[in-house]
């Protein structure tokens, strides 16, 4: 049998993120701005280019729009403890 | 986002364990072992199989029971290409087949036996079992490892021993990070898993324990900064583990194998091997002399983990915090290899990645170690 993690359903779900560079929609979530969960679907990871060729890595494309869903609230980072890395003042 | 606290105990839930072995390659340990002409007893998939190897150099593996009257093959004899049974000399076929009876003019209808397919890969020999009776498709195999057999690599260095629980316990290691610090004095840094059609993968890097005052030169050697770990299993039961241990000026690049087959339902055969690649920092014998180390070290991390094992209980409902890994997606994959190919769904074999968060636990981890070095310099300066 089965079971679900339930840190899914006390913390929060798996939610969709679509790549800006290729048809690739996942289901991704983050426990903190550190942790990062990623459901493919066959045709996700056909779609992606990035893995193919590096199969250990996450693609930098996704992991880019996974990052810019969590600084846009489409996706909820779940413990708010963590610093959230737009507050780092890297850009002045 | 916080979650509703509940009073409620929580109960810890296990169903019975089913007596159906993954389907998939298990490796029995170095090949050369079952060459020997003699039968071999290998307890495995609920099982009593016998493992032989006839005159025509092929190592095959049957059911040791003798279709005829129960005669146990494996307390038999090589003749030719054949096993004969000790009992009345039926001789079978690594097809299974009965290809003699040498007092009887035929053989009877129906002789046949059940007969495991084998495969030799880097000098191991690996088993087929499925439930399903099919044979093992071409695209379902186990990976070359480079280094085996070169004359830069040291032979494998193998260990088996026999572990009495269920061989879903060795498999949580793949995502189980704490434990790493907590049994088997390591510090994890990074730690990743991705699951993928019938492969899991690892990826770990540490750094070392001066607390944990491992036997690694004293101070004399070069001193060892940290580790990375690439461990990937094949299937349900075989791991190839890349790993390269990193020292002041340069790495230590080795290949350890981390390996189980059922014997039944609440015990399995757990082997290690592993293989330690010669460089200009560790010659021919420094490289020997590390493997033998590594092994030795390897198999007490095998101990610790079998000393929880003996004294934990089943548990199908872990509780888990956000800084532990994904037991649960990791058990989804592993179903795959307990039902029917035609049962096997997406949610098994896609893709699924994730990432731990090491920020908490390496800054509790440092404290720790921090609080042991200190705790130890005291009881030094009172010794």
Redesign the interface.
């Known amino acids: 049998?089965?079971?679900?993690?339930?840190?899914l359903l006390?913390?929060?779900p798996l939610l969709p993120v679509r790549c800006r560079t290729c048809a690739a929609e996942v289901l991704a979530r983050k426990?903190?701005?550190?942790?990062?969960?990623?459901?493919?679907?066959?045709e996700a990871?056909a779609a992606c280019h990035e893995?193919g060729a590096d199969?250990?890595g996450?693609c930098g494309a996704l992991r880019s729009a996974i990052q810019e869903a969590a600084l846009a609230g489409t996706i909820?980072v779940?413990?708010e403890h963590?610093p959230d890395p737009s507050t780092i003042p890297h850009d002045h | 986002m916080t979650a509703v606290e509940s009073d409620a105990i929580r109960r810890i839930e296990a169903e019975a364990i089913s007596s159906r072995f993954a389907r998939g390659w298990h490796c029995l340990g170095p090949a050369e072992k079952f060459k020997d002409g003699k039968p071999h007893t290998v307890h495995a998939f609920g099982q009593k199989l016998v493992v032989f190897t006839g005159g025509d150099g092929k190592t095959n593996v049957l059911d040791a029971y003798c279709r005829h009257m129960g005669g146990d093959l494996s307390q038999g004899t090589v003749k030719g290409d054949e096993i004969a049974c000790p009992f009345h000399d039926w001789r079978w076929g690594g097809d299974g087949r009965c290809k003699k009876i040498p007092y009887s003019r035929r053989v009877p209808l129906r002789a046949r036996t059940a007969a495991f397919p084998t495969m030799e890969k880097n000098q191991l020999l690996f088993v087929w079992n499925d439930p399903e009776g099919k044979q093992p498709p071409d695209d379902v195999t186990i990976p070359v490892i480079e280094g085996v057999g070169r004359d830069d690599w040291t032979q494998w260095r193998w260990t088996e021993q026999i572990v009495h629980t269920n061989a879903r316990e060795v498999i949580d290691n793949v995502v189980d990070m704490a434990h790493f610090f907590y049994i088997h004095n390591s510090f994890p840094t990074y730690f990743k898993n991705i699951f993928e059609g019938q492969t899991a993968i690892q990826i770990m890097k540490g750094k070392s324990r001066p607390d944990a005052r491992r036997d690694d030169g004293g101070g004399k050697g070069p001193r060892m900064l940290g580790n990375t770990s690439v461990a990937a299993y094949h299937g349900p039961s075989f791991m190839i583990d890349e790993l390269t241990y990193h020292y002041e000026g340069y790495d230590l690049t080795s290949i350890l194998i981390n390996c189980h087959y059922p014997i039944d339902e609440n015990s399995f055969s757990l082997h290690s091997g592993i293989i330690v690649q010669h460089s200009d920092k560790l010659p021919a014998a420094a490289a020997e002399a590390t493997a033998e180390k590594l092994s030795t070290f390897i198999l007490a991390g095998f101990q610790q983990d079998v000393e929880i094992w003996k004294n934990k209980t089943r548990i199908d409902n872990p509780l888990l915090c956000e800084e532990d890994g994904p037991v649960y997606q990791l058990r989804r994959w592993y179903e795959q290899f307990y039902v029917d190919v035609a049962d096997v769904t997406p949610e098994m074999t896609d893709r699924f990645e994730y990432e731990i968060d090491t920020t908490r636990p390496v800054e509790s981890w440092e404290r720790e170690v921090e609080e042991n070095l200190k705790r130890r310099e005291a009881e030094e300066a009172r010794a």
Do not use: C, H, K, V
């Open positions: 049998m089965i079971r679900e993690d339930e840190r006390d913390g929060g426990a903190s701005w550190e942790q990062t969960s990623i459901q493919w679907t066959a990871a893995l199969p250990l996450t909820t779940l413990d963590t």
